[in-house]
């Protein structure tokens, strides 16, 4: 057959949202000649929702995907108009960075990167088919028949995919923001074997900035001292906006009783399944009858616009209901909707179906990556992005997967959930979902993933040269703490006794001094005892130290936890074949084979008596084994005599 | 390597008349006809029914025993694979007999607690039954089972939901404030975390408190009696155990080394321990004895500290007391040969005098029965109304319930120093992950579904 080949890659991308990006820019950093196809170009990287980056747990991997060697930090760090840390006062383990961005500035900074990006190549075309010969992605194939080969494809599609929006009783097919949709994959997936889900989320309206009064709200200012999520980033621009706070009240709920039966959500004109945790207003007013008034965030879109996003009105009513709504808000008497609240309904798949590394089970070289994986979330989506990247570049050049585990990063933990767990819903990061989270801080994941992402060939030299040089100094001066002694002295104890600390009487090393919960890094100048270091590695020292009884700790648990992560289950085991298990353990087993007896105790279905079989399964066959050699042996030795 | 076929003994040894022999496997029944002999083949005998007959070796054809054979075919049995039980009175050589026999016609001797691990294997129980059920297997008195059939019942399970239930909640209420910190409504509160706390660690307290009763009734609640020489105490032993192990004589320091007996007190199993009297010794062997009677007060779980009512209390009296006190043992202090008080009256004084006391007549046979009394009340009162109470019984569980408590006190220790509330959570899972693996749950998918179902947030 005659077709136009459009050119040939190693790693074609399909999507240029925030899993796009990461993954095109990963791959083609490690060196990989790289497409990426997007159905519009000036939708790349685009926040069709809030507009803010981080917050609790998404905060962590956005430095996680920095500490990689991924742009998103860094392009949120150059784009920002607010910035704050939240739980300050709450702990370490969930201080958590969280930006307000100008929307375009960041689209269009992260276009130019692209652009810029050697190896890569930036394509506006809607991917209608993947094409593959023996279980092997062979290329794609776009709406104009022009054909694409390559070695390795990564599919991050968002919220594209068969996309229908539904506001009231209206509903078309549409992408989000009124973008094109992607109408044709879902149908070439399914072709291939891969079973797809419908999911559902939504967006508040936006309102027009001139038309708000906001004398009647609270003002949201940002932090004074502002950290940047990027550990590159050295110089950081100053808050430019604020935002503001009011709240929903009985007249608002009454609207939304007395006009519940048209929102589709309760008349089942949608059957997409939606997040818990990002429920609509309707929903919160529904199920928690008892709060009188919610809380409604009013942001700025960027500095270029009047655009204000609503946090906290997320709604698929009709428009007259939706205008009577908001404008029953103090400040919003008199608002006028530039853009209405919508539910978007999407194609993605059940992630089952992937390995830990992204990449399908039964085709090789099929990556995918974002929410078409079942996540929800700008950063959830570029997290698995830059993964899928590294690994189908690892792929190409017949090199291992890299797998970060639970222990290592929330990236681990968010890829673990979807693959191992499933999901029944759009899935968002919580801390709450990591059992490591005090070791998982924000703080250090340089220190946890910088040399992973150098040793694959991503984080750049100058990146690994910062981490080395903190590493060293962080090192140097825990070793001066444990060292230096103080003598008692008539100034010392002054020096105490201003902190409410106990006295001394014989000498104290500087290191049991900061153990003192009372006692600051800062605080040491005073005594003259503080190193001119910088923020970063005060900071690392100071919780290493104070938390030391914890972190020992945690890494027992995660040494625990690495034990049965390392026990291995051998891929063509037959579960139907073991006794013991129950029927729903042999059947999940079967299906999703598990890498590891870890990875098996996670799946949902899987009890801890499952799990001892696999044990005493594993166990018997070692023996068996051992002793067939033996026999082996046995025989052997008669022979012999 | 799971078709073999298995045989043990499955009645404790000893503890009875009757040792049942159990078989399971493929073989059992083409094994028990190779020894048994009764009306019907046992091949073609009912299934779940019973048969009596002989045991008789095919190699010497010698009658080894009477017996009364079960057949259970699969898969309606404990294995869920083939069993024969055969009930022997013969005691222990000749159940050993029966077994040997089983052994050369191809059974193969059973593993401690490898029938319950066939059952576990073979999908008849899960995880915590077969800890139960390794429970009943040791059980040696009626209560023990009790206990032990409950907790296969699931009111251990239970009660722990119900505890893990509660940390839930509390730390849903902090997870929601880390991870929704916006979220206004519900302002965590250190002291709502404390006093919650409090009470659960009163709970778990309870539990680990059963524990040490639950071993008692398991392993025997370890009965010392002491006093100084000649009081009488190797009488009570031989009374209260109807046996006439100790020497008794009027020579004191007769008893110079411990005895032990096992027996049963109204249900409580009891190991009773008869000591050589407390003085200054002259002779060696008898200053050894001494010795270990110190040491056996050690382990005591209760002391009979028994005394000679027609003699004043002595230095020697004395000496075990302080001893008893030292290693702060509970006692019941009795005063022996009431008898030889021959005034009524004079009786009723002393009475009087140490109302708190027991007295007895071990040669009148008098008083022995409010002393049994007096144990049973001290071991059950002691762990109060254990018939309706949840008791653990196994070690295992005792251990996390241990560790769940310690996590707890440092929440409490944590909240008190102002520590941050990632802390707290902290040590609250790590409680909660403990309780779990006695249930097999999992801690971060509660807490994820607690904050969804009880709080209101979302953009
Ligand atoms: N009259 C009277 N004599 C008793 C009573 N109980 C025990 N005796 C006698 O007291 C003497 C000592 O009894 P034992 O049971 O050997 O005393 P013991 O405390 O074991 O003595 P040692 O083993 O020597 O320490 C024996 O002659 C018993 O018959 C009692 O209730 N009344
Ligand atoms: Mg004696």
Same mark, same amino acid.
């Given at each position: 057959m005659d077709e136009f080949i459009g050119g040939v890659y190693d790693v074609i991308v399909v999507g240029a949202g925030h899993a796009g990006c990461e993954a095109a820019l990963a791959a083609a950093r490690m060196g990989c000649k790289t497409a990426v196809f997007c159905l519009?170009?000036?939708?790349? +990287?685009?926040?069709?929702?809030?507009?803010n980056i981080g917050g609790t747990a998404k905060g962590q991997l956005v430095r996680e995907i920095d500490a990689l060697g991924g742009q998103m930090g860094i392009t949120a760090d150059e784009t920002f108009i607010q910035s704050k840390i939240l739980n300050?006062?709450?702990?370490? +383990?969930?201080?958590s960075l969280r930006a307000q961005i100008d929307r375009r500035a960041y689209h269009t900074r992260m276009k130019w990167v692209l652009e810029n990006q050697e190896n890569l190549d930036v394509k506006q075309a809607e991917v209608t088919e993947v094409l593959c010969e023996n279980n092997k992605v062979k290329g794609i194939k776009v709406n104009t028949g022009t054909v694409y080969l390559c070695k390795a494809i990564v599919i991050t599609t968002g919220t594209y995919l068969k996309g229908r929006i539904v506001i009231g009783n209206t509903s078309y097919s549409s992408g989000p923001d009124g973008l094109y949709p992607a109408n044709k994959l879902s149908d070439s997936l399914r072709a291939l074997g891969i079973e797809l889900l419908r999911f559902k989320t939504g967006t508040p309206a936006r309102i027009n900035r001139r038309s708000i009064d906001f004398s009647k709200m609270v003002e949201q200012p940002g932090d004074d001292e502002i950290v940047p999520f990027s550990f590159m980033t050295d110089e950081v621009n100053d808050n430019q906006i604020v935002c503001y706070l009011t709240h929903t009240n009985n007249e608002t709920h009454r609207i939304i009783h007395e006009n519940l039966h048209r929102s589709p959500l309760y008349s089942g004109d949608i059957q997409g399944i939606g997040p818990r945790y990002c429920p609509s207003i309707e929903d919160k007013v529904v199920r928690f009858k008892e709060k009188e008034s919610h809380q409604v965030f009013v942001e700025p879109m960027g500095l270029n616009t009047n655009e204000m996003y609503l946090q906290g009105m997320s709604t698929s009513m009709p428009e007259d209901v939706q205008i009577k709504m908001i404008r029953s808000l103090p400040g919003l008497e008199n608002a006028t909707i530039m853009r209405p609240a919508y539910a978007i309904e999407y194609d993605c798949i059940d992630p089952t179906q992937l390995k830990l590394s992204l990449e399908l089970k039964t085709i090789d070289g099929l990556f995918f990556a974002g929410q078409v994986n079942g996540s929800s979330g700008y950063e959830e989506a570029a997290a698995q992005g830059i993964m899928a990247g590294i690994n189908a570049v690892l792929k190409i050049k017949g090199r291992e997967p890299l797998i970060l585990d639970r222990s290592q990063a929330y990236i681990g933990v968010l890829i673990d959930d979807l693959v191992t767990k499933g999901i029944k819903e759009p899935y968002r990061m919580m801390t709450s979902r990591a059992e490591y989270r005090l070791w998982l801080r924000q703080d250090n994941a340089d220190l946890r993933l910088t040399q992973i992402g150098y040793d694959v060939g991503l984080a750049s030299e100058e990146r690994y040269k910062r981490y080395i040089e903190k590493k060293e100094k962080i090192e140097a001066e825990f070793m001066r703490l444990k060292k230096t002694i103080i003598p008692p002295s008539k100034e010392i104890n002054e020096f105490l006794r201003k902190y409410n600390s106990a006295q001394i009487t014989s000498g104290i090393k500087l290191y049991d001094l900061l153990r003192r919960?009372?006692?600051?890094?800062?605080?040491?100048e005073e005594i003259g005892q503080a190193e001119d270091l910088p923020g970063q590695v005060k900071e690392q020292v100071t919780i290493s130290i104070k938390y030391e009884g914890y972190l020992e700790r945690q890494m027992n648990q995660i040494r625990q936890f690495k034990r049965m992560e390392e026990r291995k289950l051998p891929e063509d085991i037959d579960y139907s074949k073991i006794q013991g298990l129950s029927t729903e353990a042999r059947q999940k087993l079967n299906n999703?084979?598990?890498?590891s007896i870890g990875q098996a105790s996670r799946i949902s279905g899987v009890s801890p008596a499952d799990i001892s079989v696999l044990l005493i399964y594993l166990e018997a066959q070692k023996r068996k084994n051992k002793s067939n050699g033996e026999q082996i042996q046995d025989g052997k030795d008669k022979e012999q005599c | 390597m799971i078709n073999d076929t298995i045989a043990g003994v499955?009645?404790?040894?000893?503890?009875?008349?009757i040792s049942v022999i159990r078989m399971s496997g493929s073989d059992s029944v083409s094994i028990a006809d190779k020894i048994f002999k009764g009306k019907k083949k046992v091949k073609e005998q009912e299934s779940h029914t019973i048969q009596y007959g002989k045991i008789i070796s095919p190699e010497t054809n010698e009658v080894i025993d009477e017996v009364l054979l079960t057949k259970m075919v699969a898969p309606r049995t404990y294995t869920r694979e083939d069993v024969i039980e055969i009930s022997s009175h013969g005691g222990y050589s000749i159940a050993r007999s029966i077994l040997d026999l089983l052994y050369r016609m191809g059974a193969r001797p059973a593993e401690p607690g490898e029938f319950t691990k066939r059952a576990f294997l073979n999908g008849r129980i899960d995880l915590s039954q077969a800890e139960a059920v390794m429970d009943i297997i040791q059980a040696r008195t009626d209560r023990v089972s009790k206990v032990a059939v409950r907790q296969l019942e699931g009111s251990l399970s239970n009660k722990i939901s119900n505890i893990r239930e509660r940390i839930i909640n509390i730390l849903s209420h902090i997870e929601v404030n880390l991870d929704y910190p916006e979220y206004d409504d519900e302002e965590v509160s250190a002291s709502m975390a404390e006093s919650e706390t409090i009470q659960i660690l009163d709970e778990l307290d309870k539990l680990i408190d059963s524990f040490n009763f639950g071993k008692l009734l398991r392993e025997g609640m370890e009965v010392v009696i002491a006093g100084r020489p000649n009081v009488g105490k190797s009488s009570l032993m031989n009374r209260l155990s109807r046996k006439n192990r100790s020497i008794v004589t009027?020579?004191?320091?007769?008893?110079r080394d411990i005895i032990e007996e096992y027996i049963n007190i109204k249900g409580i199993p009891v190991k009773l321990v008869d000591t050589a009297g407390v003085r200054e010794a002259e002779d060696k062997v008898e200053k050894i004895g001494v010795e270990r009677t110190i040491k056996a007060l050690e382990g005591a779980d209760l002391v009979i500290m028994i005394s000679d009512i027609s003699e004043p209390l002595g230095q020697e009296d004395q000496t075990i007391l302080s001893k008893i006190k030292e290693y702060n043992k509970p006692y019941i202090m009795v005063f022996n040969k009431t008898d030889l008080i021959e005034e009524e009256r004079r009786l009723e004084e002393i009475k009087r005098e140490n109302p708190k006391a027991l007295y007895l007549s071990v040669t009148e046979d008098k008083g022995v029965e409010e002393l049994e009394d007096a144990i049973v009340k001290y071991a059950t009162e002691n762990n109060q109304d254990i018939d309706n109470q949840v008791l653990v019984t196994n070690a295992r569980h005792e251990n996390h319930l241990r560790r769940a408590k310690s996590f707890l006190e440092s929440v409490l220790t944590s909240v008190r120093n102002n520590m941050t509330l990632d802390i707290i959570a902290l040590d609250l899972k790590a409680s909660l992950e403990e309780l779990g693996s006695i249930t097999g749950d999992h801690a971060d998918e509660d807490v994820v579904n607690a904050i969804f179902s009880r709080f209101c947030i979302g953009k």
């Open positions: 519009n170009l000036d939708s790349i +990287a685009n926040m069709p929702c809030n507009p300050r006062g709450k702990g370490p +383990a969930v201080y919960p009372e006692i600051e890094y800062h605080h040491l999703q084979r598990p890498q | 499955s009645t404790a040894v000893g503890n009875s008349g009027d020579i004191p320091g007769t008893t």
